[in-house]
């Protein structure tokens, strides 16, 4: 429930599905389990898991939403090594190699050959949608996870106008300059971990753990290299890892935030779920507005253009 990764993007217009409607668009996209010969699939699970029933979870101002996919797990070296058995038998029987078509058809055949016999893995991906803050945040360390998460919402709801919040002077700018100035914003500590990187593709990178980040042995470092990760603890409520494309790695809520909603039973699991999204939605949010007006950034900008 509680989110460790955020990716978080913007509505350029606001978002205005009513509850009933959203729901009914989820259930175009329902999760299924795949087809004996199908690799994958994706779709809308239930946003409570084995809580609930609904594919989409409402309080707070703020929807939840679960995007379930399951894949096939087909090992390359079993494919590859029965493909080298098919291209060897085509070549005993006619004396000939075999060409990029037969092999990619070998290669289709045999995948279809083992698809019924395969392994599954079944991966869940929360976001929640917040039209009063015109956020989207996906829990998610993976762009791509984020981008399939918003291409399967924008399938159901036929359109979906959002955008990366993207600073003008460039992140890494700005975090370095905390250090540089050896000072981060107020309700910001900085931690001991981060990453330094040098322009250019095969720049060189420098990765720091367990290390004073304003030591004189890091500073030296920023005249040629830029900040693109920085840890960092924020208002006594979370730790994370703050990267330059602005995503948030390795979110962990502080004992204090969780502490708030120990008195609630969990006899009922979905009224505590319920609890424990709208004290997390609410600290997130906080968080959010605070982290991109570092940047000059606002998360109702739409409203202000």
Same mark, same amino acid.
């Given at each position: &429930?509680?989110?460790?990764?955020?990716?978080?993007?913007?509505? %350029?217009?606001?978002?205005?599905?009513?509850?009933?409607? /959203?729901? =009914?668009?989820?259930? *175009?996209?329902?999760?299924?389990?795949?087809?004996?010969?199908?690799?994958?699939?994706?779709?809308?699970?239930?946003?409570?898991?084995?809580?609930?029933?609904?594919?989409?979870?409402?309080?707070?101002?703020?929807?939840?939403? #679960?995007?379930?996919?399951? *894949?096939?797990?087909?090992?390359?070296? +079993?494919?590859?090594?029965?493909?080298?058995?098919?291209?060897?038998?085509?070549?005993?029987?006619?004396?000939?190699?075999?060409?990029? $078509?037969?092999?990619?058809?070998?290669?289709?055949?045999?995948?279809?050959?083992?698809?019924?016999?395969?392994?599954?893995?079944?991966? @869940?991906?929360?976001?929640?949608?917040?039209? *009063? $803050?015109?956020?989207?945040?996906?829990?998610?360390?993976?762009?791509?996870?984020?981008?399939?998460?918003?291409?399967?919402?924008?399938?159901?709801?036929?359109?979906?106008? +959002?955008?990366?919040?993207?600073?003008?002077?460039?992140?890494?700018? %700005?975090?370095?300059?905390?250090?540089?100035?050896?000072?981060?914003?107020?309700?910001?500590?900085?931690?001991?971990?981060?990453? /330094? =990187?040098? &322009?250019?593709?095969?720049?060189? +990178?420098?990765?720091? =753990?367990?290390?004073?980040?304003?030591?004189? *042995?890091?500073?030296?470092?920023?005249?040629?290299?830029? +900040?693109?990760?920085?840890?960092?603890?924020?208002?006594? %409520?979370?730790?994370?890892?703050?990267?330059? @494309?602005?995503?948030?790695?390795?979110?962990?809520?502080?004992?204090?935030?969780?502490?708030? #909603?120990?008195?609630?039973?969990?006899?009922?699991?979905?009224?505590?779920?319920?609890?424990?999204?709208?004290? &997390?939605?609410?600290?997130?949010?906080?968080?959010?507005?605070? &982290?991109?007006?570092?940047?000059?950034?606002?998360?109702?900008?739409?409203?202000? #253009?």
């Amino acid at each position: &429930m509680w989110f460790k990764n955020l990716y978080i993007f913007a509505f %350029t217009k606001p978002f205005t599905q009513r509850e009933e409607d /959203l729901e =009914k668009a989820l259930h *175009e996209h329902v999760f299924a389990r795949c087809g004996a010969t199908e690799l994958s699939r994706f779709g809308w699970s239930n946003a409570l898991g084995k809580h609930g029933e609904r594919l989409l979870h409402y309080t707070n101002g703020c929807f939840l939403l #679960n995007a379930r996919k399951e *894949e096939k797990m087909l090992p390359a070296s +079993v494919v590859k090594e029965r493909l080298e058995e098919k291209v060897e038998e085509l070549q005993q029987e006619h004396s000939r190699k075999a060409t990029k $078509k037969e092999k990619e058809q070998f290669k289709e055949d045999i995948t279809f050959e083992l698809l019924p016999r395969a392994f599954s893995r079944i991966s @869940d991906t929360q976001g929640y949608i917040c039209p *009063e $803050k015109n956020i989207i945040v996906v829990n998610t360390s993976s762009r791509a996870k984020a981008e399939d998460f918003l291409a399967l919402l924008r399938k159901c709801l036929g359109s979906l106008p +959002v955008t990366s919040f993207v600073p003008d002077a460039g992140a890494e700018t %700005t975090m370095t300059s905390w250090l540089l100035e050896q000072a981060l914003p107020e309700r910001f500590t900085i931690g001991f971990e981060g990453e /330094l =990187k040098a &322009m250019g593709d095969d720049a060189a +990178v420098l990765k720091c =753990k367990n290390q004073d980040l304003l030591s004189d *042995e890091i500073l030296a470092h920023l005249g040629e290299k830029q +900040v693109v990760k920085i840890a960092f603890d924020w208002d006594q %409520t979370l730790s994370c890892m703050l990267c330059d @494309d602005l995503s948030v790695k390795r979110v962990k809520f502080h004992d204090s935030v969780y502490e708030q #909603n120990e008195d609630i039973p969990t006899d009922d699991m979905i009224v505590k779920i319920d609890a424990d999204f709208t004290l &997390m939605t609410g600290e997130l949010n906080r968080f959010i507005d605070d &982290m991109l007006a570092q940047f000059e950034l606002a998360t109702n900008s739409y409203l202000e #253009n």
